[in-house]
């Protein structure tokens, strides 16, 4: 996707970064119209998973539905380590903030924050040069 003339600092099969485009799954930006790129954590709420833990502890008193009790805490347990947090890239643009990819895997979102950065800069320092 990338012209032939453009450095391109990340590319993978979903995510091309150059010094003039950055381009998503969803959208295709402009780096002339990025002013600032960071990431951010976006965290995931727990609550549910501790509000059925916590319903299964008095069905464990009640003879019969012990094991319904146990089965619910167990279950709230597995679904509160199985939740995790969320990064997302978000970029200001002309238009405003958005999260233009979001991921929970860190390391790759901040690769992409890097690459994106390093181009921010490529086109800053080549713009000066004009």
Avoid at 2 to 30: G, M
Avoid at 75 to 103: M, P, Q
């Amino acid at each position: 996707m990338a012209i032939q003339n453009e450095t391109v600092f990340y590319h993978d099969t979903n995510v091309t970064v150059t010094p003039v485009r950055y381009v998503t799954p969803s959208r295709t930006y402009s780096m002339k119209n990025v002013s600032s790129v960071y990431v951010c954590e976006i965290s995931k709420s727990r609550l549910k998973a501790v509000v059925i833990t916590l319903l299964g502890f008095p069905f464990l008193f009640a003879g019969d539905l012990f094991f319904v009790g146990l089965l619910m805490i167990l279950l709230g347990i597995c679904w509160f380590i199985s939740i995790k947090n969320e990064y997302a890239i978000r970029i200001s643009t002309n238009v405003g903030e958005s999260d233009s990819l979001v991921s929970e895997d860190k390391i790759y979102i901040e690769k992409i924050a890097n690459a994106l950065n390093e181009a921010y800069i490529q086109r800053l320092i080549k713009k000066s040069l004009l």
